[in-house]
T-cell receptor
Framework: DAKTTQPPSMDCAEGRAANLPCNHS???????VYWYRQIHSQGPQYIIH???NNETNEMASLIITEDRKSSTLILPHATLRDTAVYYC?????????????FGDGTTLTVKP | GAGVSQTPSNKVTEKGKYVELRCDPI?????LYWYRQSLGQGPEFLIY????????DSGLPNDRFFAVRPEGSVSTLKIQRTERGDSAVYLC???????????FGPGTRLTVL
């Protein structure tokens, strides 16, 4: 799986949009971009994933650049409960390659 | 419905002892994963089951680590002759196939004294 690079930490004001960047310059054509987050003392939680089109769900939006070498996770109105470590992962999708390779993620701190 | 559960939530053992960590996946999920997470780091892949068989065990650090899933549901991670370096949170995740989102359990915190 391709390697990802994320800033180690970010701050965001409550109610503002949080934009979390991720670089995955070695991504291959069959790899999806996934985002998970991990709140303190809990297991990681799936947020969103995409291949090349922008995606949106009830939690967040995912913007993938046209060359697919980077992406941005957007939390449109951050709350204090969004404080967590956010992981960007790229995964090959076939029946025998299910593992996810996590980096150290970005620690997002939402401040009142 | 119930999520992924892991037992025990905490396990303290002495160096050299044997431990078993249990994972109950979401009912019907065919894929099951074990990860290990050290403080301040992201989860590190250990092993992946598709059904009863280990489809990828490339993350197991050495032969002291072994995992089984005999009936394609519950899985047990077994660690022999534990070492202080094995101390970590052991996470289990399940998925309805290998290509979709993984649902993680709360983890088992293993401390080897």
């Amino acid at each position: 799986d391709a390697k990802t690079t994320q800033p180690p930490s970010m701050d965001c004001a409550e109610g503002r949009a949080a934009n979390l960047p991720c670089n995955h310059s070695t991504i291959s054509g069959n790899e999806y971009v996934y985002w998970y987050r991990q709140i303190h003392s809990q297991g990681p939680q799936y947020i969103i994933h995409g291949l090349k089109n922008n995606e949106t769900n009830e939690m967040a939006s995912l913007i993938i650049t046209e060359d697919r070498k980077s992406s941005t996770l957007i939390l449109p109105h951050a709350t204090l409960r969004d404080t967590a470590v956010y992981y960007c992962i790229v995964r090959v999708l076939n029946t025998n390659a299910g593992k996810s390779t996590f980096g150290d993620g970005t620690t997002l701190t939402v401040k009142p | 419905g119930a999520g992924v559960s892991q037992t025990p939530s905490n396990k303290v053992t002495e160096k050299g002892k044997y431990v078993e960590l249990r994972c109950d996946p979401i009912s019907g999920h065919t894929a099951l994963y074990w990860y290990r997470q050290s403080l301040g780091q992201g989860p590190e892949f250990l092993i992946y089951f598709q059904g009863t068989g280990a489809a990828d065990d490339s993350g197991l650090p050495n032969d002291r680590f072994f995992a089984v899933r005999p009936e394609g549901s519950v899985s047990t991670l077994k660690i022999q002759r534990t070492e202080r370096g094995d101390s970590a949170v052991y996470l289990c995740a399940s998925a309805n196939g290998p290509t979709v989102e993984q649902f993680f359990g709360p983890g088992t915190r293993l401390t080897v004294l």
